[in-house]
T-cell receptor
Framework: DTAVSQTPKYLVTQMGNDKSIKCEQN?????MYWYKQDSKKFLKIMFS???????INETVPNRFSPKSPDKAHLNLHINSLELGDSAVYFC???????????????FGPGTRLTVL | DQQVKQNSPSLSVQEGRISILNCDYT??????FLWYKKYPAEGPTFLIS?????DKNEDGRFTVFLNKSAKHLSLHIVPSQPGDSAVYFC?????????FGTGTRLQVFP
C-alpha cells in the first residue's frame, strides 16, 4: 500500500503547455505539501494545505495553482510551462501536531517534469 | 539565502566504519530538526529528528547530535552498511514548513 502516491512519475512536455500532477495520501493526514527539487538538488517548499485550506504559498509564479478537492488529495496544475519549470516535484503529507506545529513529513516518489 | 547548509556534497565510507554527516543552520530560532534519507527515484523518507531541548537523540545505528551554540547538527551512522548509501537531507522546521539543506550523498563501500 503506497502511503503517498503521485502521478505521473515522468512528464515530458513542450513549452507553453498546461499540465497537472496528482497526489494522493492514504495516511489520514491533515496537511499536504508540494516541493520542488531543482537542478541543484535543492528541495524547496511551494505550497501546503491543511484540511483543504491553503496554509503556505511561497513565492511561486501564478502559473502554479494547487487544488485540494479533499483532505487526501492535493493536485498541482501548471499553466504555460517554461523551461525553468523542469524539476522533480514531490508531494508530501504530515499529521498536524498537537501543538499546531508540523510533524515529520511523508513524501511521494516524485514527478520528474521535463519541459522542452 | 540558504538557512540550512550541508557543505559536503558527498562522503565515502567503508562498510563497518562510522559515517558522520554534518549540517549547519543560520537561524537560532530553529527549534526542531530532522534528517531524511533519499534513494534515487524515490521520495525522501524520515530518519530521525531532534528537538532543541536535547543535544542527542539515538535510534539504533543512527544518532543525531545538536550543538545549539555552534548552530550545528550531525548525523552519525555506526556501523555503516552498503544499504545506507543514499542522499541525506538535513531539515529544520520553521513555523509551518520544513527548510531543507542541499543534501550529502553517502556512499558506503565494502
Amino acid at each position: 500500500d503506497t502511503a503517498v502516491s503521485q502521478t505521473p512519475k515522468y512528464l515530458v512536455t513542450q513549452m507553453g503547455n498546461d499540465k497537472s500532477i496528482k497526489c494522493e495520501q492514504n495516511l489520514g493526514h491533515d496537511t499536504m505539501y508540494w516541493y520542488k527539487q531543482d537542478s541543484k538538488k535543492f528541495l524547496k517548499i511551494m505550497f501546503s494545505y491543511n484540511n483543504k485550506e491553503l496554509i503556505i504559498n511561497e513565492t511561486v509564479p501564478n502559473r502554479f495553482s494547487p487544488k485540494s478537492p479533499d483532505k487526501a488529495h492535493l493536485n498541482l496544475h501548471i499553466n504555460s510551462l517554461e523551461l525553468g519549470d523542469s524539476a522533480v516535484y514531490f508531494c508530501a503529507s504530515s499529521p498536524w501536531g498537537t501543538s499546531g506545529s508540523v510533524d515529520e513529513q511523508f513524501f511521494g516518489p516524485g514527478t520528474r517534469l521535463t519541459v522542452l | 539565502d540558504q538557512q540550512v547548509k550541508q557543505n559536503s556534497p558527498s562522503l565515502s565510507v567503508q562498510e563497518g566504519r562510522i559515517s558522520i554527516l554534518n549540517c549547519d543552520y543560520t537561524n537560532s530560532m530553529f527549534d526542531y530538526f530532522l534528517w531524511y534519507k533519499k534513494y534515487p527515484a524515490e521520495g525522501p523518507t524520515f530518519l530521525i529528528s531532534i528537538s532543541s531541548i536535547k543535544d542527542k537523540n539515538e535510534d539504533g545505528r543512527f544518532t543525531v547530535f545538536l550543538n545549539k551554540s555552534a548552530k550545528h547538527l550531525s548525523l552519525h551512522i555506526v556501523p555503516s552498511q552498503p544499504g545506507d548509501s543514499a542522499v541525506y537531507f538535513c531539515a529544520a522546521i520553521v513555523g509551518d514548513k520544513l527548510i531543507f539543506g542541499t543534501g550529502t550523498r553517502l556512499q558506503v563501500f565494502p
